[in-house]
């Protein structure tokens, strides 16, 4: 059981390159999440989906896309990378309301 | 707007003594509180619940403390441990917002001294 798995776990793009991060989980659940953790801010939401085929925003959604075809994967897309885009990102995902959700190991992301 | 605030960026703690870490929230719709360990260069692991109906919920050596009317929580650890030296966030979430998503606090970093 792999739970949440991120990929990939490092990268380096530079100014206007563009990327996708991929998050898969096996444990069927219904909601997803893409956060980024930059030092002295904690965890900010960017996208979420509440199930296959639905997304919504965030609190900090603006340079980024997201998409959820199948209901095991979330992915993350960066369309033109800016250095304020670098950061640590993780997803995470949670079975039902009131349940704790299971994050990924993160992503490292360097934008030059 | 920060809707869940952790005020101490960091403790220190001597091993076996109880560690106390803290946290606000400002949203009185939130019914639903957890608070997660991260280690570095791994992602966040769920320690602990609470929902509001309860005003305690333990498990082993953490328990955590709710006072709604202070909008307040607590995760108390005791005996404190080396390996509990990690970040922790506190987060908290509503059944309003339909995706039911997690608002988190910016971290304590704690560290046990051996």
């Known amino acids: 059981n792999a739970g949440v798995t991120q990929t990939p776990k490092f990268r380096v793009l530079k100014t206007g390159q563009s990327m996708t991060l991929l998050c898969a989980q096996d444990?069927?659940?219904?909601?997803m999440y893409w956060y980024r953790q930059d030092p002295g801010m904690g965890l900010r939401l960017i996208h979420y989906s509440v199930g296959e085929g639905t997304t919504a925003k965030g609190e900090v959604p603006d340079g980024y896309n997201v998409s959820r075809l199948k209901k095991q994967n979330f992915l993350l897309g960066l369309e033109s990378a800016a250095p304020s885009q670098t950061s640590v990102y993780f997803c995470?995902?949670?079975?039902?309301?009131?349940?704790?959700?299971?994050f990924g190991q993160g992503t490292r992301l360097t934008v030059v | 707007d920060q809707q869940v605030k952790q005020n101490s960026p960091s403790l220190s703690v001597q091993e076996g003594r109880i560690s106390i870490l803290n946290c606000d929230y400002t949203n009185s719709m939130f019914d639903y509180f957890l608070w997660y360990k991260k280690y570095p260069a791994e992602g966040p692991t769920f320690l602990i619940s609470i929902s509001s109906i309860k005003d305690k919920n333990e498990d082993g050596r953490f328990t955590v403390f709710l006072n709604k009317s202070a909008k307040h929580l607590s995760l108390h650890i005791v005996p404190s441990q080396p390996g509990d030296s990690a970040v922790y966030f506190c987060a908290a979430t509503t059944m309003i917002n339909t995706g039911n998503q997690f608002y988190f606090g910016t971290g304590t970093s704690l560290t046990v001294i051996p």
């Open positions: 444990m069927n659940h219904e909601y």
């Open positions: 995470a995902s949670r079975y039902r309301a009131r349940s704790e959700a299971f």
